[in-house]
């Protein structure tokens, strides 16, 4: 790939764009908010190219991945390029073929499925803060996008395997070494639609794949991913209330990570080339 000022230069797919579009070669990503396309077979790979709404989430993204890549969380390869106009995100596709790749949302659109059937007792113990009438699904999935919820979510996505407790524990151990990561860079995009697990057909193993999605880094303490349903706990107090917030030994997983990049070591990283 052509490289122009540090930046991948997508300028050939650009000039064939409607004829790659008709043979499947390039298509619009639905999922994403921004001018996004999937674009197949760049020399043998497939990417996503994500265009930005500001300037500088491009190098947001860069420095989470450096930042990531550091304490052995696995991040989707990422570079920047310019598609025509406009200029954005090249992620390189991690999927693989044979296995499944769920949302978050998918798992926690079955559960609320499911619960909605149980008593108002169970209804209320799992979530307290909300008359869920009130809300829309999308709007009800956010407020599920805890760790709370979650957990029981995968217990009930994984129901009918005998290790349905070892993979659940398993994926929120990784989702909430995650979270820290997102809490230490102030990431505020970890909604339903921004976390999946890579599972086998039968659904007896899963992982979490690469991280993606770290382009809303920097900006200020405010999470679509919530600790707890707590109705007293506000997002914008998680800071001064992480003690109460998280258990000690994820407690002590983000005091971890602080303390490995404190300022001078961010400033060194964003000098890295």
């Not at 500001?54 to 860069?62: F, G, T």
């Not at 914008?236 to 971890?256: G, H, N, P, R, V």
Request: charged share 30%; proline share 3%.
């Amino acid at each position: 790939m052509i490289r122009i000022k540090g930046r991948i230069d997508l300028l050939d797919f650009v000039k064939d764009y409607n004829k790659m579009l008709k043979r499947g070669q390039i298509k619009e990503a639905r999922e994403c908010t921004t001018k996004s396309f999937w674009i197949k077979n760049i020399e043998g790979k497939n990417y996503l190219f994500k265009s930005y709404g500001e300037n500088n989430q491009m190098y947001r993204s860069l420095l989470v991945q450096k930042i990531a890549n550091k304490v052995n969380i696995e991040f989707a390869k990422s570079d920047i390029a310019f598609f025509g106009y406009f200029e954005g995100e090249l992620v390189e596709d991690y999927r693989k073929d044979g296995y499944l790749y769920t949302s978050g949302s998918k798992i926690l659109s079955e559960y609320y499925e499911f619960i909605k059937s149980l008593n108002n007792e169970e209804y209320q113990y799992l979530f307290p803060h909300a008359s869920f009438y009130k809300y829309s699904v999308d709007e009800i999935l956010l407020k599920m996008n805890n760790f709370v919820t979650i957990e029981h979510a995968f217990l009930f996505h994984y129901r009918n395997n005998q290790n349905a407790v070892e993979i659940t524990n398993a994926l929120l151990k990784g989702l909430k070494k995650r979270f820290c990561l997102d809490f230490l860079t102030m990431q505020r995009d970890r909604g339903h639609h921004n976390w999946e697990v890579e599972e086998t057909s039968d659904l007896k193993q899963a992982v979490l794949p690469p991280l993606i999605d770290c382009n809303r880094s920097f900006y200020y303490p405010s999470f679509s991913i919530l600790l707890n349903p707590m109705p007293n706990l506000k997002v914008s107090y998680l800071y001064e209330k992480l003690d109460i917030a998280l258990e000690d030994k994820d407690c002590d997983l983000f005091y971890t990570l602080y303390d490995l990049f404190p300022p001078e070591a961010i400033e060194e990283l964003i000098k890295e080339n």
